[in-house]
């Protein structure tokens, strides 16, 4: 009797699990397909209004995919993005949020990008891999941080030579410590800038105060900053490698009213002895000059050491432009207009 009333029992409880996970794939649905009618309506919204202000923004072929667990927009080859001034030409644009956390988006973009305008012509870009990650406060709609990568870049303007790199990566977030300012880190690998040079890495980390209001989009209170106040940068680690020599630096810089510079660097030389870079294929005719005056500079610097190599440092005053070692002039820097 027992095994008789066991299976209506067994069936009874299989039919609920089945209507359960029904009503769930249901309500999912209902839910990615309105997720995904307000991602659409919002950049009809976006576009309209950026073209309004005078920018061009044209998805082309713009569709939204990616059900049931993410919302994909996806732009094809001829999407614009610019002003009437320049604007850039890619190849296609992918952009992706995971319905459960949609503080979160993916994008990824397709080569070549090619920007045009009448200042500077056309100059196309084009790469193995480009992808990027933003991470968004869904209370303000503003960006809390942004990270991109770019992978097997190339870089052509008109008849000069490509400049190629193997990676390059940039990271911008709000400073845990106060929400107003920016850190910025960029990485660049394996950088060709042109024929017969040595490849060169760079890296640079720092922060740039009162900035964050870039990733929420308001340049215009960073410009505001600059003629009310001027900017900081505070540049907590720069290494420049090209050859055999290295540079270490790290100091703080202030972008004046005036649109001079001022400030301090202490810069660390590594291997200067055996040429500087560049040197010798831009200007090849001073390149013992250089050589030697800088040999001269450092002969009584202080010592220290950039990793485990031996290196001499110097302390670089910047003022109003004017870069000296000490009470040696080296050389000014033209002044820089803020136009954000």
């Not at 999407?79 to 990824?108: D, F, H, K, W």
């Amino acid at each position: 009797m027992v095994g008789v009333t066991a299976t209506p029992s067994r069936t009874l409880r299989y039919k609920v699990l089945m209507l359960i996970v029904l009503v769930i794939i249901v309500a999912w649905s209902i839910l990615w397909f309105c997720a995904a009618t307000v991602l659409e309506r919002q950049a009809d919204r976006l576009q309209h209004a950026a073209i309004a202000d005078g920018a061009i923004v044209h998805c082309l072929n713009r569709t939204i995919g990616g059900y049931p667990f993410q919302i994909e927009m996806r732009c094809h080859d001829g999407s614009r993005l610019g002003t009437e001034q320049g604007s850039v030409t890619l190849g296609g644009l992918v952009a992706t949020a995971l319905v459960y956390r949609p503080n979160r988006i993916i994008m990824e973009a397709r080569g070549p990008a090619v920007y045009e305008s009448e200042s500077t012509g056309k100059i196309a870009a084009d790469w193995e891999l480009a992808h990027a990650s933003a991470r968004i406060d869904l209370s303000s709609a503003a960006v809390t941080r942004f990270d991109a990568e770019v992978k097997g870049g190339t870089l052509t303007a008109g008849s000069l030579p490509p400049i190629k790199l193997s990676e390059l990566f940039v990271n911008a977030r709000q400073n845990p410590a106060s929400s107003r300012d920016l850190d910025l880190a960029l990485r660049v690998t394996g950088l060709d800038p042109a024929p017969g040079v040595d490849t060169t890495s760079l890296s640079v980390r720092g922060t740039l105060r009162g900035g964050a209001a870039l990733l929420a989009g308001d340049p215009n209170a960073v410009a505001q900053l600059a003629a009310a106040d001027g900017l900081t940068f505070r540049l907590d680690e720069a290494m420049l490698g090209s050859g055999p020599m290295q540079v270490a630096a790290s100091g703080e810089l202030s972008l004046g009213q005036d649109g001079h510079l001022n400030g301090k660097l202490d810069v660390a030389l590594a291997g200067y002895d055996k040429g500087v870079p560049y040197v010798t294929v831009f200007a090849p005719d001073v390149q013992d000059t250089i050589t030697t005056l800088l040999g001269n500079l450092l002969m009584f610097a202080p010592k220290t050491t950039i990793g485990d190599r031996p290196a001499r440092r110097l302390t670089l005053m910047v003022e109003d432009g004017r870069v000296s070692a000490g009470i040696v002039p080296l050389f000014r820097l033209p002044p820089v207009a803020v136009q954000l």
